[in-house]
T-cell receptor, first 113, second 114 residues
Framework: QKEVEQNSGPLSVPEGAIASLNCTYS??????FFWYRQYSGKSPELIMS????GDKEDGRFTAQLNKASQYVSLLIRDSQPSDSATYLC?????????????FGKGTSLLVTP | DTGVSQNPRHKITKRGQNVTFRCDPI?????LYWYRQTLGQGPEFLTY????????KSRLLSDRFSAERPKGSFSTLEIQRTEQGDSAMYLC????????????FGSGTRLTVV
């Protein structure tokens, strides 16, 4: 079983602060790593992807990958109440016939005004 | 292209009835995936297709579940003899290639079995 682990939270941060979300994975052969945002009752929306070690920045979002430690993180700078959602870490792990996206349980983020 | 489309959005059914869901992927995507998500959990992989071929099925997909993708376009997911434990959000996603650049999800079908 390819595992993707996340702290379920809730993680509460004040508006304007940095939110830090973490994820670990078990399959060392994984090549692609994603963060999805999911609002209550809605479907997951892709917000970040990262494929190599280091940082990748896109606006207020920074994804960090450390393959040696099997660790992925997402930083949200200048957090806004509209960022309140569940953040799903997803890892493209090897399966019997290729690759399949495995998800963690998600971390619930609450940004308070 | 309007993205991945799923129908119906909501389905309430009595235990023991059969239900069928439809997914229309992004037209240029050759891979189509079905996931199930229950409250407080992440999406769980059920099965996926490359064009019309069903390449993998999860152990979660009991023999009451069947999925098809005739002609490699839309897909259907059928659940026979529904049980209350089948209540969940059923998500469809599509991707190009092997999906190494991420999947695009549809809005999902929420199934409630009463």
């Amino acid at each position: 079983q390819k595992e993707v682990e996340q702290n379920s939270g809730p993680l509460s941060v004040p508006e304007g602060a940095i939110a830090s979300l973490n994820c670990t994975y078990s399959d060392r052969g994984s090549q692609s790593f994603f963060w999805y945002r999911q609002y209550s009752g809605k479907s997951p929306e892709l917000i970040m992807s990262i494929y190599s070690n280091g940082d990748k920045e896109d606006g207020r979002f920074t994804a960090q990958l450390n393959k040696a430690s099997q660790y992925v993180s997402l930083l949200i700078r200048d957090s806004q109440p509209s960022d309140s959602a569940t953040y799903l870490c997803a890892v493209n792990a090897r399966s019997n016939s290729g690759y399949a996206l495995n998800f963690g349980k998600g971390t619930s983020l609450l940004v308070t005004p | 292209d309007t993205g991945v489309s799923q129908n119906p959005r909501h389905k309430i059914t009595k235990r023991g009835q059969n239900v069928t869901f439809r997914c229309d992927p992004i037209s240029e995507h050759n891979r189509l995936y079905w996931y199930r998500q229950t409250l407080g959990q992440g999406p769980e992989f059920l099965t996926y297709f490359q064009n019309e071929a069903q390449l993998e099925k999860s152990r979660l997909l009991s023999d009451r579940f069947s999925a098809e993708r005739p002609k490699g376009s839309f897909s259907t997911l059928e659940i026979q003899r529904t049980e209350q434990g089948d209540s969940a959000m059923y998500l469809c996603a599509s991707s190009s290639g092997q999906g190494l650049y991420g999947y695009t999800f549809g809005s999902g079908t929420r199934l409630t079995v009463v």
